[in-house]
C-alpha cells in the first residue's frame, strides 16, 4: 500500500464497541453459507477482519444490527474477488450469475435447490436488511444492489476491451462495483431512521451522498493500487489518471489524493447548509432529526473505511495473485 496517504475527513473514525462478541458470530454465519470452508479460506477471510470493517463503517451498530453489518461485508468481499480472475474476463458468464444474483434481490424466497453458497448467503443477508423498512426503501435499496451486480459483467466488457478506460467510464462502473450506494443505504437501516423524501433528493444531500460513496472508492484505489496494476488491472482511478496525464505513479496517487481532498472539502461546506434545508423544507423534530443523523452517519463510513484500509492485510502488497487465478480460494458461484 502507498505511504504516507492521509486525508482531511470531516469526523474522526469511531469503533463499535460490540466488536470482539460480532467477529465469532460472523465468522460462524460465514462457515454456515459455506462462504469460507477451506483452512486457506478462512485463514485469508480472518486476515481481512470484515467485522472489524463493519464496526468502523458503522460504529454506532451493536448486537444484530452490528452482525447484519459484518454479514453484509462477509458477502461483499469474498463475492467480489470471485471477478478478479477468469469470471472477470468472461462477460457472458458474469451477466448469467448477476441475473440469478439480481432475482434474489428482487425476490429473496426464490432460490433454486441449486443456488450458489453467494446466492443463499446474500438473500439471507437482504431478508434481514428490509426487515421493518419502508416499500420507498426497499424500493431504492434494490435498485442500488442491481446496479452493483450489473456492473460486473459490464467490467468484464471493459477488460476484455483491453484498452484504458476514460474517466467517465471508470466512474459509472467504478460507482456500481464498490457497492457504496447498497453501503449509504445501510445507514438508515442499521441507525434507525429514514430520511424525508425532501431531503433525500435535495441537491444537498444527493451531492454530499454521491462524494460519501465516491471517496472510499477512490481511497480504496488509492489503498490496492499495487496489487491492481501487479495483476493488470485496469478498474483503478489510479490508473485511470496515469494513463490521463501519462505520469510516473506517484504523481498520479497525489492526484487522486487532491481529488479526494477536495471532495471531502465539499462535504464539509454543504454540512453547514442542513439546518437551512431543513427549516424550509419545514421538516419537523423528528425529519430534522433524521436528516442530520444521515449525515452524520455518511460522515462516519468514510474514515471508517480508510482506518481498517491501513490496518488490514488485504491490501498487503506482498503475494499478488497471478491474474489468471481466482483472488479467493473458494468458488463461491456454482
Known sequence: ????????????????????????????????????????????????????????MYPYATGADLDLAADLM??????????EGPLGNDPARAARICHEMTAVVHDPEALSADASPAARAFADMWRRS?????SAWRSRAAHNWEYYFNAYPNEAIARRRGTPLSRQEYLHLRRGSSGGRTVVDMCERLGGFEVPPGAFHSPELRTMRRIA?????????????????????V???????????????????????????????????????????SDRLGLDADRRTAADRYVETMALWMPGYHQWAVETARYAAHGVIPADEPAYPEALLA
Request: net charge negative; aromatic share 10%.
Open 213 to 233: 460513496t465516491d471517496v472510499p472508492a477512490f481511497c480504496n484505489d488509492v489503498h490496492s493500487v499495487e496489487k491492481e496494476a501487479a495483476r493488470g488491472d
Open 130 to 134: 428490509i426487515d421493518g423498512m419502508s
Open 1 to 56: 500500500m502507498p505511504q504516507n496517504v492521509h486525508f482531511r475527513f470531516p469526523v474522526a473514525f469511531r469503533l463499535s464497541p460490540d466488536l470482539e462478541r460480532a467477529r465469532t458470530r460472523n465468522l460462524e454465519w460465514v462457515r454456515s453459507h459455506r462462504l469460507a470452508t477451506t483452512d486457506e479460506a478462512v485463514a485469508r477471510y480472518d486476515s481481512w477482519d470484515m467485522t472489524k470493517l463493519a464496526a468502523y
Open 235 to 277: 478498474h483503478n482511478l489510479v490508473l485511470v489518471v496515469q494513463n490521463e496525464r501519462h505520469c510516473p505513479l506517484p504523481e498520479a496517487i497525489d492526484a487522486v489524493q487532491g481529488l479526494i481532498d477536495d471532495q471531502l472539502d465539499t462535504f464539509e461546506r454543504l454540512w453547514t447548509r442542513i439546518p437551512e434545508l
Open 74 to 83: 462477509g458477502f461483499r468481499f469474498p463475492f467480489d474477488d470471485q471477478f
